[in-house]
């Protein structure tokens, strides 16, 4: 069925001045600079490769539209995929090495030769650690726990458990009222281990005794206990500090003469001593010999990771004295408390999550010893923002560049509440499972803050050289909508020969979690530029001006749940009207940017118009104190549900005070309670609207950003859904500029042809493709050389397909024929006069393409199946097509990847039932889904770059009389042949890692040009 849903996105011959650009820094939207561009992250197998072949990846990826990489030491994962084969050398080419040093010098000289950036791991694998001394004090440190039970004689006399394991911290003794054995379910992953159960106790509250003073100096301890005819005595806990001697990358080896015998040490992330550590060891032996200028020439980032460090406990030596500081109490009475994961997870939340501890203790108490955990986790963010404070000030001032870092998520904090502490936080989508909500929770703190940046690793995946463009625009669109607006492309890797791996090369994490970009894939040539360029159009645009937030939703959480990062708010309302809105954790409140004016949070930045507090989530004390200043101050705060919980806390009377200031809150001016689902309604009533209000019969997601120094407001709509049409409208001064769409695939500039303007609004009618990102930019000014229309429609009929403008004609509406409808169609003007569509009815009706001939060029492993440097050994097979299906469907493709050129003829002008030539001044080309990528040529001219997610064009440009060729270059991705070779395929000396784990291996992916093409010729309508 031919589709003829509005074309309004496809105005090639307007490709119009960048009167709006922003800062000189980002370049134009037609062509953006390479700090708005994405950057590929690049895994470097290890500093003792080929110099040169890193060079030419570098520049290859910028050639191809990257703005640069992230320049990852990989080292296999840090050792965690296995030890390096035998012949690589991580001493000598261990990072920080005078061979890295090399190697480093390389990929920033590269970056400069190519007028590219440079972001740069501060350690090897994930930049957690560097090389040190097993006794440096910056490294990371554990609590360690120990304990036996007192036997039915109370009495306990002897070495305390554990003695001898690190320093003593604390000795705790208390009395168990029971005690349960919980088994734990095995579970099936390759990434995770699991241990089998451990033993839940419930403590008397007021039993916790610190007994430290007791134990004497070689560790002995006579002690007896009071006996009770009910429960199970007593325990003794004993708590050791240590460093954990956690390797970032570790490898088999036995010597210890230079600190690269080591291989990388992870380092304390609670205290700025650890920071101190990876500072020191950069300009002791990184920044030398001209690096360090060269660096700050063409760097931007450095960065970290997400957290993959693990622990019995976080922890830092000097946390029982900051936490005695902050909350006027000993920590060390409660330590029982905090040695376990499942309840209340105080190491790793996302890789111990089956990996708990052997003892869990709970306390005899309402909140079974939460509060004590929130204050603990309290001073792991204060002492975690310490090490990314430290580390901050020196990318600035030492460098003058600047740090990025996945903030917090996977240790056991809020992950709010540090975000604004980094110059450019980090997200990822893979972690993040593409979670709009999610990514909101993550970009509202930035945002208040003012970040510039919202960064994002984007597409890890679990389909190593078979993720489709399509999967990746979906993941993007929606980081876009919730606020990221700097992806970093995971991952491009080194294509050059690497020890004991075959064909298609180095392949980091061993074809598990993965994507991979280089020229051993067939889009690297043929679309990846398409699709890059379009990423940094989008980039262009989410940087310019500041954004705007509808709404803020209050959100306190102990520590992020990282593992599945849960929808905070699940009504429907905000969305269906359009509403965006981002999280805060109280912590941000103290932001300098969290003030109120004219009834907005933040008016310097998103201008939240209200505060939402459901009563699912944890009031603080601070947060309420805030929340009721903000409230006199004009903000709607608006209670969901009912009243919140209160977030646990040691201190009673704390709890009480919230209990009784959220009573008198509910009951204050500018404070409304309504039901769950029913935020919508109110900020409706308040009179209140969403920057874009959105009526259709799908999902639309949107931004909205505000230049003042152009005057130019952007809305970005992305279709979360299945095909979906409606309206959008805005209101305030938007409603009075000119609204022009932004094509980010071509970067041509279109003034809008139907709208609606009232005395409030300005509605535009809107029809999106699953995945499609549509952006409009309203403007006080045109766009163009030629001036803004002077006039416009108000309400268009179906057969308007598109409409160009131009100063000497004015409006070209493009008008379809409707085959048999009679109704009389007409175009209603702006200045109250209506057109007439007489003509559309001879127009010649829309035809789809048939007799299609596809010559498959065939990427395969070279005979030598050890040449990785090799493309792919290429050859070619013809098949006459009668229908377009997917090579999985064609036998002799059905393992094949490579390219697809597709071709086909048609006579223009179109004929009419077979015999009388139809009328027609131009026509467009609709393809349909488009499963990869595509490249268009009509009669040799290549087409520009087509919507993947609504893949049409105007093609009347470049039709001729009588036969037309029409020519597709469709690639595929490397999978379906590579998933035929994977038994003979080696990765360092091993099968791939799908193999040699035991991972299920994905099927067959369908490829190439699928279902109908069809042409819609078009008449022109001149309106002036």
């Known amino acids: 069925m031919v589709r003829l849903e509005p074309l309004l996105l496809l105005h090639a011959a307007d490709v119009l001045a960048a009167s709006s650009s922003g800062p000189s820094s980002l370049g134009t939207f037609e062509n953006p600079s390479v700090r708005s561009r994405p950057r590929f992250r690049y895994w470097l197998p290890d500093a003792g490769v080929d110099k040169e072949i890193v060079s030419t990846n570098i520049k290859d990826s910028g050639a191809r539209g990257a703005g640069g990489v992230e320049f990852v030491p990989f080292y296999n994962y840090g050792g965690e995929a296995g030890d390096p084969p035998p012949q690589a050398d991580w001493v000598t080419n261990g990072f920080g090495s005078p061979a890295f040093r090399g190697m480093f010098r390389a990929a920033l000289q590269a970056h400069k030769d190519a007028g590219l950036l440079m972001d740069f791991a501060l350690g090897p694998n994930q930049g957690q650690g560097v090389p040190a001394s097993s006794d440096d004090p910056g490294l990371q440190w554990d609590l360690v726990p120990y304990s036996v039970p007192i036997g039915s004689n109370e009495t306990f006399q002897g070495p305390i458990p554990g003695w001898g394991t690190g320093e003593l911290v604390a000795v705790v003794s208390a009395r168990v009222l029971s005690q349960t054995n919980i088994s734990l379910p095995e579970i099936d992953s390759p990434f995770l281990t699991a241990q089998s159960g451990y033993l839940s106790l419930v403590l008397e509250h007021e039993s916790l005794t610190d007994i430290t003073d007791q134990v004497s100096e070689d560790g002995q301890l006579s002690i007896r206990f009071p006996t009770y005819s009910n429960g199970l005595g007593h325990r003794i806990f004993a708590y050791y500090q240590k460093r954990t001697l956690n390797r970032n990358l570790h490898f088999t080896n036995n010597a210890t003469a230079t600190i690269w015998d080591n291989g990388s040490f992870a380092v304390d992330h609670y205290s700025s001593r650890g920071a101190q550590t990876v500072i020191d060891f950069w300009e002791n032996h990184i920044l030398i010999d001209g690096i360090k200028e060269l660096l700050m020439e063409v760097a931007h980032y450095a960065w970290e990771d997400s957290m993959e460090l693990t622990s019995n406990t976080s922890w830092t030596p000097a946390l029982p004295e900051r936490f005695q500081r902050k909350f006027g109490y000993s920590l060390k009475r409660y330590l029982p408390v905090l040695n376990f994961g499942t309840l209340w997870p105080d190491n790793n939340v996302n890789i111990q999550k089956y990996r708990p501890g052997a003892v869990q203790s709970i306390l005899s108490t309402p909140d079974a010893g939460a509060g004590y955990i929130t204050d603990f986790r309290s001073v792991l963010e204060d002492g975690y923002r310490e090490y990314l404070q430290t580390i901050t000030d020196w990318a600035r001032n030492e460098l003058h560049l600047e740090f990025s870092a996945q903030v917090s998520y996977n240790l056991p904090m809020d992950m709010e509440v540090n975000i604004p502490v980094v110059d450019a936080p980090e997200c990822e989508s893979l972690q993040f499972g593409d979670s709009v909500d999610a990514y909101r929770q993550f970009s509202g703190p930035a945002l208040l803050a003012g970040k510039s940046v919202i960064s994002n690793e984007m597409g890890a995946t679990m389909a190593a050289y078979g993720y489709p463009f399509r999967s990746l625009l979906f993941s993007v669109g929606r980081a876009i909508v919730g606020g990221v607006n700097q992806l970093v492309l995971h991952g491009q890797s080194y294509t050059g020969d690497y020890y004991e791996t075959t064909w298609p090369g180095y392949t980091a994490f061993s074809y598990s979690t993965y994507e991979l970009y280089s020229n051993k894939q067939p889009s690297w040539d043929h679309g990846l530029s398409d699709v890059l360029n379009f990423f940094a159009r989008v980039q262009y645009t989410q940087r310019q001006g500041i954004p705007r937030v509808d709404v803020a939703i209050y959100n306190k959480v102990s520590a992020t749940d990282a593992a599945a990062f849960p929808s905070m708010y699940q009504a429907d309302d905000l969305i269906n009207e359009g509403w965006s809105w981002a999280y805060l954790s109280p912590d941000n409140f103290a932001l300098p940017g969290a003030t109120v004016e004219n009834g907005t949070l933040g008016p310097d930045g998103p201008r939240f118009k209200a505060l939402v507090v459901e009563n699912a989530s944890n009031m603080t004390l601070s947060g309420l104190d805030n929340i009721r200043v903000y409230s006199t101050q004009g903000l709607p705060i608006i209670l969901s549900g009912g009243l919140p919980g209160i977030f646990p806390s040691a201190n009673a009377s704390e709890s009480t005070a919230i209990e009784a200031g959220l009573t008198h809150l509910s009951t204050s001016a500018n ?354």
């Open 671 to 1024: 404070v409304h309670l309504v039901r769950t689902g029913g935020v919508a309604e109110k900020l409706s009533a308040l009179g209140l609207s969403p920057h874009i209000q959105v009526q259709t019969d799908g999902k639309w997601l949107t931004t909205w950003r505000e230049d003042s120094s152009s005057g130019i407001d952007y809305a970005l709509i992305f279709c979360d859904s299945n095909t979906s049409s409606g309206y959008i409208t805005v209101t305030g001064s938007a409603k009075d500029k000119v609204p022009f769409y932004l094509n980010a695939w071509t970067g041509a500039r279109s003034p809008v042809f139907t709208y609606n303007v009232t005395d409030h609004a300005l509605t535009l009618p809107v029809s999106l493709q699953g995945n499609q990102t549509m952006i409009i930019a309203f403007s006080p000014r045109g766009l163009n050389e030629s001036g803004e229309p002077k006039t416009h429609a108000i309400e268009t009929p179906p057969s308007v397909i598109g409409a160009t403008y131009d100063q000497r004609d004015g409006w070209v509406a493009h008008v379809a024929n409707q085959g048999s409808d009679t109704t009389h169609e007409r175009i209603h003007l702006s200045s109250d006069r209506y057109i007439e569509l007489p003509q559309h009815q001879r127009t010649a009706s829309p035809f789809n393409l048939t007799n299609w001939q596809l010559v498959a060029e065939h990427w395969e492993a070279p005979t030598n199946l050890s040449d990785a440097k090799t493309i792919a050994r290429k050859h070619n097979t013809t098949h006459e097509l009668t229908t377009l299906v997917s090579w999985s469907q064609i036998p002799i493709l059905r393992n094949a990847s490579g390219l697809g050129y597709y071709s086909t003829t048609f006579q223009w002008p179109p004929t009419t039932h077979g015999q009388v030539n139809g009328t027609a001044d131009g026509a467009y080309i609709v393809f349909p889904s488009i499963l990869h990528a595509i490249q268009l040529s009509i009669n040799g001219h290549r087409v520009p770059p087509l919507d993947y997610t609504d893949a049409k064009a105007d093609i009347s440009q470049y039709l001729k009389a009588g036969t037309n060729e029409v020519l597709a270059v469709v690639p595929t991705t490397m999978w379906n042949y590579i998933r035929s070779i994977l038994p003979e395929i080696r990765d360092q000396g091993h099968l791939p890692g799908l193999l040699a784990e035991g991972l299920p291996v994905p099927g067959i992916s369908e490829n190439g040009l699928v279902e109908e093409v069809s042409v819609i010729p078009y008449s022109k309508l001149v309106i002036r």
